[in-house]
C-alpha cells in the first residue's frame, strides 16, 4: 500500500531561458501519517550516454507529515552548461523529479526538456560554441513519464524477542 500519492506537478516559468530557476508546484497527499521526511529531488541529464554529466539541482526534506493534503513550490537552480559537453545542450534531454522515504525511491516523474536558440536565424545557423544565455528550453509538461517504486513506508521496528529469556531470580 502506498502511503504518498502525488496529484498533480504543474511546471511553472515554461518554456524558459536555460539559465533560468526550474520552477515546480507539487501537490501531493498523505494517506498515513509518516514520520520520517519526504526528500524530493531534480535531476538534469547531462547526456544520454553517459550519466557521470547528470546534475542533482535540488534537494529538499519535507516532513514529517500526517495524514492530509499538501502543496508547495520545488525550485532549482539551472543546470551549469561549463558541465554538460556543448554537443549535448542544444537538443532533447530528460529532467527526473523524484520523492524517496528513508533512503527508498518510490515515484519518478520524467520529463523531456527540448532546449533549442530563442532566434530562428540561431537555429538555422548554430554558432560554433555554445551561446548559453541565448538558449531556451521548454519542458514538454503535458506528456509526464511516471513511474512508482512499491517501498516499504513502515520498516519493522525492532522488538522483544518472541521467546524472551526468563528473568533472572531475584536474590533472597
Not at 518554456?15 to 520552477?23: K, S
Not at 498515513?32 to 554529466?53: F, M, N, Q, T
Not at 538558449?135 to 512499491?150: C, E, S, Y
Request: charged share 25%; hydrophobic share 35%.
Amino acid at each position: 500500500m502506498t502511503a504518498v500519492n502525488i496529484t498533480n506537478v504543474t511546471v511553472l516559468d515554461n518554456p524558459a531561458a536555460f539559465l533560468n530557476p526550474f520552477q515546480f508546484e507539487i501537490s501531493y497527499e498523505c494517506l498515513v501519517p509518516l514520520k520520517d521526511d519526504l526528500e524530493w529531488k531534480l535531476i538534469y541529464v547531462g547526456s544520454a550516454e553517459d550519466e557521470s554529466y547528470d546534475q542533482m539541482l535540488e534537494s529538499v526534506l519535507v516532513g514529517p507529515v500526517n495524514v492530509g493534503n499538501y502543496r508547495f513550490v520545488f525550485q532549482a537552480d539551472p543546470p551549469d552548461p561549463s558541465k554538460i559537453r556543448d554537443e549535448d545542450i542544444i537538443g532533447v534531454t530528460v529532467l527526473l523529479l523524484t520523492c524517496s522515504y528513508m533512503g527508498q525511491e518510490f515515484i519518478r516523474v520524467g520529463y523531456y526538456v527540448n532546449n533549442d536558440y530563442d532566434d530562428e536565424q540561431l537555429r538555422e545557423e548554430p554558432p560554433p560554441r555554445v551561446l548559453i544565455d541565448r538558449v531556451q528550453r521548454n519542458i514538454l509538461a503535458d506528456k509526464p513519464r511516471v513511474t512508482k517504486f512499491p517501498i516499504n513506508f513502515h520498516p519493522a521496528t525492532i522488538g522483544p524477542p518472541e521467546n524472551p529469556a526468563p528473568p533472572p531470580d531475584p536474590m533472597v
